[in-house]
């Protein structure tokens, strides 16, 4: 019913930029608190940002400075710009929503497939 799919990861250098974008689609009324997550081998998920529908935002530590997350409700669209990429961000990133559906109004959590994210030189 709906889909998250994530763009924009690849292979940088350390110091570069990478933008990612999280595109859902299907019968969504409105797009609520999204936000973005990573793993790397070995580790656990990690939180990396959210973001609420009014434009609210939260960072982990690792990346404030860094990282900007921002929103296109109209386009029902996530980004994450990664400047100042470091080795240790390396990891799958994963576009996280909370959406609501027509008909019946119902309010469910999707995740998108992830997009590999690689720092290295």
């Known amino acids: 019913q709906v889909q998250l799919v994530e763009s924009g990861g690849g292979l940088v250098q350390p110091g570069g930029s990478l933008r990612l974008s999280c595109a859902a689609s299907?019968?969504?009324?409105?797009?609520?608190?999204m936000g973005w997550y990573r793993q790397a081998p070995g580790m656990q998920r990690e939180l990396v940002a959210t973001i609420t529908s009014d434009g609210h935002t939260n960072y982990a530590d690792s990346v404030k400075g860094r990282f900007t997350i921002s929103r296109d409700n109209a386009k029902n669209t996530m980004y994450l710009q990664m400047n100042s990429l470091k080795p240790e961000d390396t990891a799958v990133y994963y576009c996280?929503?909370?959406?609501?559906?027509?008909?019946?109004?119902?309010?469910?959590?999707?995740w998108g497939q992830g997009t590999q994210v690689t720092v290295s030189s």
């Open positions: 299907g019968r969504i009324f409105s797009m609520n608190a």
């Open positions: 996280n929503a909370y959406i609501t559906l027509w008909a019946p109004r119902t309010t469910l959590t999707y």
